[in-house]
C-alpha cells in the first residue's frame, strides 16, 4: 500500500493534495484495491461548489459503485479527462495520473480536519 506523505486523507478513502490555488482529488490506494478494476467514472459537479463531505460523483467498478465524498467544500473546476478512455488509471497510479477532479478550496480550515498518511494507515489496519 501507499500512503503519501504530501496529502491528507478522509474517512471515506478520498485523498486531496493543495497545489498552490487548486487542490488534486481521487480515491487512495487501498480504496482502488478494495474496489478491484475500475471501469467507470462519473463526474456530474463540474462547475459547482460542493460542501465538505458531500457526494460529487460516482466510481464504478466490475462488482460496485461508489459514492465519492469531498474532502473539503470547493469547486469542482475540472475534471480528468484521461479517465473517459482510461478508468484503469485509478488502479495504476492512485495519486498520480489516476487524480479524479480538481477543485478550488472555499474553506482551507477544512483541510486540518483531514487525517495524515500515518493516521490513516491507522484507520484501515484496524
Known sequence: MNFPADVKYTKDHEWIRVEGD???????DY???ELGEIV???????????????VFGTIEAVKTVSDLFMPASGEVLEVNAALEDQP???NEDAYGKGWIIKVSISDPA???ELMS????EQMIAK
Open 88 to 90: 484503469e488509471l485509478v
Open 22 to 28: 487548486v487542490a488534486y482529488v481521487g480515491i487512495t
Open 117 to 120: 498518511a500515518a493516521e490513516y
Open 40 to 54: 467507470f467514472v462519473d463526474i456530474t459537479t463540474e462547475g459547482e461548489t460542493v460542501a465538505k463531505e458531500e
Open 110 to 112: 477544512e483541510l486540518s
Open 31 to 33: 480504496a482502488q484495491s
